[in-house]
């Protein structure tokens, strides 16, 4: 089984944990980055469109239907300034396939007892 423990190396850690039927990736430092980078993108001086069109959804009286299509542009500028690559270097892409292989690797179901044995 995958040790989810330890992470894949580089910059930015890919821990993998075998889950029933597959394998779950947890980037957390990738998640840090995308919060900083829209943070970034809130707080940018040169640049207040961001934080004037996230004020500008708070102050309205729009009901949610109204006020969806506002949030959703907002919400597509932002993932566009964040960051969503994860960059992997030599011997740590193999590390990766390898860990994804052994959390995805078939395992045996222990048997069922049988009714009334316990």
């Known amino acids: 089984m995958s040790d989810d423990r330890t992470p894949v190396t580089g910059p930015i850690p890919i821990y993998v944990k075998a889950i029933p039927g597959g ?22 001086p040169a640049d207040t469109e961001a934080w004037d069109r996230l004020h500008d959804l708070v102050d309205t009286d729009r009901t949610p239907e ?11 500028e932002l993932v566009a300034r ?17 860990r994804l292989r052994v959390a995805v690797a078939p395992r045996s179901v222990p048997p069922q007892r049988e009714a009334g044995a316990a």
Not at 82 to 98: H, I, K, M, N, Q
């Open 23 to 44: 394998a779950a990736l947890d980037l957390a430092a990738l998640t840090a980055l995308v919060v900083g980078d829209v943070l970034d993108a809130l707080l940018d």
């Open 66 to 76: 109204e006020g969806r299509l506002p949030y959703e542009e907002l919400v597509a």
């Open 82 to 98: 964040a960051s969503s690559r994860v960059p992997l270097y030599g011997p740590a892409a193999l590390e990766l396939t390898r």
